[in-house]
C-alpha cells in the first residue's frame, strides 16, 4: 500500500452513528468460504446436537483444543439422550480440562431439558432454541442457521472484528451500544436462506483464519479491496478496545494435598455448587499451612509435609495464587469429615477436576519420605 493511500483515506473510519453495508459482501463471503473456508470439521453436519456440543466448547477454546475434547466427548456420549442420562460427575470429568465448567453443567441442563421437554428434539428456531440453559443468542443463530437454514446472525467475538474492522466501526467495546450496532449491522448483511449456512461458517473460518487479531492477513481477504479498517492503514487498530481496566486482583490459597504413603489414597473433596470449580472435586483449600496442618490431623497422624511450588491459575476476575501443601499421614480409623473421601489416583482423575489440582496429582510423587513436621 502507498504511504499516500494510507493518509489520504484515514477518514474512511466512519463516524460512529452509520454503518454502510460494503457492497455484496455476503456474496463475496460465501464465494470465500467455499472456495478458501473450512470444509472438514467434524462438526460441520446438519445434527444440531454436534452443532450445539461445538459451539458452547469453542466459546472460550481454540479450535485444535477442541478437536480432540470434541471427538472424545462424542464418542462417550453419542446423543442428546445419553448426555441427560449421564451423571453430572460423569460430564463434568469428560469437560476436565476445557475449563469454564459452568459450560458443562448448562450442556448437561440442557440435555436433560432437551430430552425431557422437547421429546429429545431440539428446537429449530433460534429464539426457542436460545430459551435453553447456556444457549445465547449468538449460538442459537448459528445453530438454527447450519441445521435449519434460518436467516439468523451470529456475533461472537470473532465475527465482532470482522464486522468491525470491515465496516470501519470505530465505537468502543464492549459498550452497550456498540453491540446493538454490530447486531443491527449483522443482520442487514445476511444472504438468502440457501446461503446461510455458507454465509454462517464464512465468517467463522475468516475470523479464525485471516482477519486474526493481531496481523490480519489481508491479503487472503474477499474484502481486501473495500474494507474499511484496511484502507486507513493500520486494520489492527479495530475493534477499538475501552481502555483495559487495572489488572486482575490477586488472591491467595494454601491447597493440601492429603496422602496416605501406605495406601496411595488422597483426600478430595466435592466443592459447592457456587463460587469457583462449582461442583467439581478438588483438594482442600485454606488461608494458611497452619489450618491445613490442623485439618490434617483430624483425619490421622501427620507423618511429614513439603510445600510445592507455587501455580497461578487465572480467572476472568481474578487470579489465584496457590501453595500446594503434600502432606503424608496416617489415617485415623473411621476419622472423616462429611465433604470429603479418601480416593486413589486413578479414580480421583475420572472425576470432573480443576485444571491446576489435575496437574498437581499427575506430578511424580518422590519417594523419599517427607519432612518430619517434628523437624519442622
Ligand atoms: S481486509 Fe484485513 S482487516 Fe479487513 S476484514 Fe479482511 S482481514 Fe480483516
Redesign the pocket.
Known amino acids: 500500500m502507498h504511504a499516500s493511500t494510507v493518509s489520504d483515506t484515514d477518514h474512511a473510519t466512519l463516524p460512529s452513528d452509520s454503518v454502510t453495508p460494503l457492497p455484496d459482501f455476503a456474496t463475496r463471503l460465501v464465494r470465500w468460504q467455499r472456495h478458501s473456508g473450512r470444509h472438514d470439521l467434524p462438526w460441520q453436519v446438519r445434527d444440531p446436537y454436534r452443532v450445539w456440543l461445538s459451539e458452547i466448547m469453542l466459546q472460550q477454546t481454540q479450535v485444535a483444543t477442541v478437536l480432540d475434547y470434541f471427538e472424545r466427548f462424542t464418542a462417550r456420549f453419542p446423543t442428546v439422550q445419553a448426555l441427560a442420562a449421564a451423571p453430572e460427575d460423569e460430564v463434568l470429568a469428560a469437560w476436565s480440562g476445557l475449563g469454564y465448567y459452568r459450560r458443562a453443567r448448562h450442556l448437561h441442563r440442557c440435555a436433560l431439558i432437551v430430552v425431557e421437554t422437547h421429546g429429545g428434539v431440539f428446537p429449530q428456531t433460534a429464539e426457542s432454541l436460545a430459551t435453553l440453559p447456556g444457549i445465547g443468542p449468538s449460538t442459537a443463530a448459528a445453530i438454527a442457521a447450519f441445521c435449519f437454514d434460518e436467516r439468523a446472525a451470529i456475533l461472537d467475538g470473532n465475527v465482532q ?2 464486522l468491525c ?2 465496516h470501519g466501526v470505530a465505537d468502543p467495546v464492549p459498550s452497550t451500544a456498540t453491540t446493538r450496532k454490530l447486531w443491527s449491522l449483522a443482520r442487514s448483511l445476511l444472504p438468502q436462506a440457501p446461503d446461510i449456512a455458507a454465509y454462517t461458517q464464512g465468517l467463522m473460518d ?1 475470523g479464525a483464519t ?2 486474526k487479531p493481531r496481523q ?3 491479503g ?5 479491496g473495500d ?1 474499511r ?2 484502507l486507513s492503514g493500520d ?1 489492527q487498530r479495530l475493534p477499538l478496545r475501552r481502555p483495559t481496566r487495572k489488572s486482575r486482583p490477586m488472591r491467595h490459597t494454601v491447597m493440601l494435598w492429603l496422602r496416605q504413603p501406605s495406601t496411595g489414597l488422597n483426600w478430595l473433596e466435592r466443592r459447592p455448587p457456587q463460587g469457583i470449580w462449582p461442583g467439581l472435586w478438588s483438594l482442600p483449600q485454606f488461608d494458611t499451612a497452619q489450618q491445613a496442618l490442623q485439618f490434617a490431623a483430624r483425619l490421622g497422624q501427620v507423618i511429614g509435609h513439603q510445600e510445592l511450588a507455587t501455580v497461578r491459575h487465572a480467572f476472568t476476575h481474578f487470579e489465584l495464587t496457590i501453595l500446594p501443601l503434600r502432606v503424608e499421614l496416617q489415617a485415623r480409623p473411621g476419622a472423616a469429615e462429611p465433604q470429603g473421601q479418601w480416593l486413589d489416583l486413578d479414580e480421583a482423575t475420572r472425576l470432573g477436576l480443576p485444571a491446576p489440582v489435575r496437574s498437581l496429582l499427575m506430578q511424580p510423587i518422590a519417594t523419599a519420605p517427607l519432612p518430619s513436621l517434628l523437624q519442622g
Open positions: 472484528r470482522v474492522r470491515s475468516l485471516v482477519c490480519p492477513s489481508c487472503a481477504c474477499p474484502f481486501a474494507c479498517a484496511r486494520p
